[in-house]
């Protein structure tokens, strides 16, 4: 069962561009959403996290919005830097604690 | 950094054997989760240590086992290893009632 949902899969822009990288996911009571960030064979990096009931959490160039009537989370990383590529994960918490991950959009950055 | 240490980094076992995976995380954390992730997929959860008791399992089988301990460590066994449980295996903590977890750099396990 596909709970979260991260499209496109895989993305490339060259430096400078916004980049906008969605999430959806079916479960209506979450409790908090979570972006990360994963270098190549490497563990998770938290880059923003937003509570239920929050709309929206910024740090620096990213921005992360989310509507939990549709279901959907999204990314924005202002003028990308060849440093931002690297897969980005979006994953929920529910009441359960446990985080359902979605499978991630690949963001190469050409310089 | 995020204070959570997994050990090994890389581990090679055969098919039909056991491993132990470690995870060592900050004072305080009594929360520990640990997540399986395949190639190309995101993470899985596999289940959740409070306070070394197991509070939430995810869809694996029993062959999958684990251990918390007082001094905020913790252990994910896996018994008789199949090809497909070649994975990057993340343990996560949070402290008490902080609801962020914090990842480790992961075990990078390969079954052959």
């Known amino acids: 069962k596909q709970e979260v949902t991260q499209i496109p899969a895989a993305l490339s822009v060259p430096e400078g561009e916004n980049l906008v990288l969605n999430c959806s996911f079916t479960?209506?009571?979450?409790?908090?959403l979570q972006w990360f960030r994963q270098d190549p064979g490497k563990g998770l990096t938290s880059l923003l996290l937003?509570?239920?009931?929050?709309r929206e959490q910024t740090s620096g160039r990213l921005n992360a919005s989310l509507d939990k009537s549709s279901g959907r989370s999204t990314l924005y990383i202002a003028a990308s830097q060849p440093g931002d590529s690297a897969t980005y994960l979006c994953?929920?918490?529910?009441?359960?604690?446990?985080?359902?991950f979605g499978a991630g959009t690949t963001v190469t950055v050409r310089a | 950094e995020t204070g959570v240490t997994q050990s090994p980094t890389h581990l090679i076992k055969t098919r039909g054997q056991q491993v132990t995976l470690r995870c060592s995380s900050q004072?305080?954390?009594?929360?520990v989760s640990w997540y399986q992730q395949a190639l190309g997929q995101g993470p899985q959860f596999i289940f959740q240590?409070?306070?070394?008791?197991?509070?939430g399992r995810g869809n694996f089988p029993p062959r999958f086992s684990g251990l918390q301990f007082p001094n905020y460590s913790s252990e994910l066994n896996v018994n008789a290893l199949e090809l497909d449980d070649s994975a990057l295996y993340l343990c996560?903590?949070?402290?008490?009632?902080?609801?962020?977890?914090?990842f480790g750099a992961g075990t990078r396990l390969s079954v052959l």
């Open positions: 996560a903590s949070s402290p008490e009632g902080v609801n962020i977890q914090y």
């Open positions: 479960d209506s009571a979450i409790y908090n």
């Open positions: 937003i509570q239920s009931s929050q």
């Open positions: 994953a929920y918490r529910s009441n359960d604690y446990k985080l359902s």
């Open positions: 004072s305080g954390h009594n929360t």
């Open positions: 240590y409070y306070r070394e008791e197991e509070n």
